[in-house]
């Protein structure tokens, strides 16, 4: 565009000369040299004040020329001005998040997720792949190891255990593990009659072995037992079944509040997490999570197509419909705005300052210049050709007197 701006005062300035040569020919040519003529004018006109914003004209030390580099500070600070006062005050911020529905577009693009259109998508899912598989996984897998160890032993599980049960008896909920426990009790005695049976054998006297009646004995303990558990399953108020919501009641208040009890469940803690089998398990679960990542980040249309992409869409149309976490999210998006902006805001401000500042004058200028871009070449040329109709106008009055 430059080129084409300085070719075309350079065309104006050759029919100038033609012009002025061959005027005598034709009255009209006395037209196309005023236009010429006042086009020329207009284009270095129009040339000397784009060229004087950003360079002395000519290199030339004329005043008032090379206005920016001369003014880069001042820029700077107008700058870093109109960035905090537009844009980084916490009320501002929070007034233009006001017309925002953070919520609404997440989940439009939750429910219809621009599967393999977006640049932005498939560029995080290979940065995040990368960034998997270039760290060090022994190391990042004890790290995980050891924070989900930490984690666990710095909470104390026995006061938590103890309020689950409470609750659970309050709602009814122990009744099904009353009963899975009575149902494995049957289990446990049909495994072992023969041990009852044996039992009773070894300590019957020689007459009861030689009559059979240890036998006999045996069969009715058995039978007796039988009879007691399906008497326990079938009668929600037998007195074993009330004995045993009294146990557990009674264990979930020691979890809760008799340190002996709480002390034991800590050890029994501390000994489960010293097990290499726990920790095997941690690692498993690390692998298995990182495992799924990868896959993730590898192919997240394939995952998207599946049951987490189901969940993903059914949360995003939930996100639309649902007024009440809608007005939570944006909330939340307001004030984390409005935090940062609080926080950073004037951060921001003098890393743009002092940006600029740091700048040369050559650099700001070509990035500024650029960023106008052929907009300052449109300038010089609808100057020249402004200037020739302008031209065109005033030698037509002249005529016309």
Avoid: C
């Amino acid at each position: 565009m430059r080129l084409v701006a300085t070719g075309l005062l350079v065309l104006m300035a050759a029919i100038f000369l033609a012009a002025r040569q061959f005027g005598h020919l034709h009255p009209a040519i006395g037209y196309v040299r005023a236009f010429s003529e006042a086009a020329m004018v207009g284009g270095l006109a129009d040339w000397f004040a784009v060229t004087a914003l950003f360079r002395h004209p000519l290199r030339l030390p004329i005043p008032h020329t090379a206005i920016i580099p001369r003014n880069k500070d001042r820029i700077a600070a107008t700058l870093a001005a109109f960035l905090r006062d537009n844009f980084l005050i916490p009320r501002v911020v929070a007034r233009r998040m006001q017309r925002l529905n953070v919520a609404a577009a997440a989940g439009r693009w939750l429910a219809n997720p621009p599967m393999g259109r977006g640049r932005i998508g498939s560029g995080a899912s290979r940065l995040a792949a990368d960034i998997l598989e270039s760290l060090d996984q022994e190391r990042l897998g004890g790290m995980a190891k050891g924070a989900i160890a930490a984690r666990l032993r710095a909470i104390d599980v026995a006061p938590l255990f103890g309020q689950a049960l409470t609750a659970a008896i309050a709602n009814g909920r122990h009744l099904p593990l009353l009963d899975g426990m009575i149902r494995w009790a049957s289990r446990v005695l049909e495994a072992n009659e023969h041990l009852i049976r044996e039992m009773v054998h070894a300590r019957a006297g020689a007459v009861m072995r030689w009559t059979g009646l240890d036998e006999t004995l045996a069969t009715k303990i058995i039978d007796g037992l039988h009879k007691l558990i399906t008497e326990m399953a079938e009668d929600p108020a037998h007195p074993l079944r009330a004995k045993a919501e009294e146990g557990l009641e009674r264990l979930a208040h020691d979890l809760q509040h008799d340190p002996a009890m709480r002390a034991k469940v800590e050890a029994f803690k501390a000994e489960m997490l010293d097990n290499q089998a726990f920790h095997r398990w941690i690692e498993g679960l690390w692998e298995q999570g990182r495992a799924a990542l990868l896959r993730v980040a590898r192919d997240p249309e394939r995952v998207m197509a599946g049951k987490v992409g189901e969940a993903l869409r059914q949360f995003g149309e939930t996100l639309q419909t649902d007024r009440k976490l809608a007005d939570t999210i944006n909330r939340f998006a307001r004030r984390t705005a409005v935090g940062a902006a609080s926080d950073y805001g004037d951060g921001i401000v003098r890393l743009v300052s002092d940006t600029i500042r740091g700048w040369d004058a050559r650099t700001v200028t070509g990035r500024l210049e650029n960023a106008v871009g052929r907009d300052l070449q449109y300038i010089r040329i609808n100057g020249t050709l402004v200037g020739g109709l302008v031209g065109v106008a005033i030698h037509a009055v002249d005529a016309l007197l």
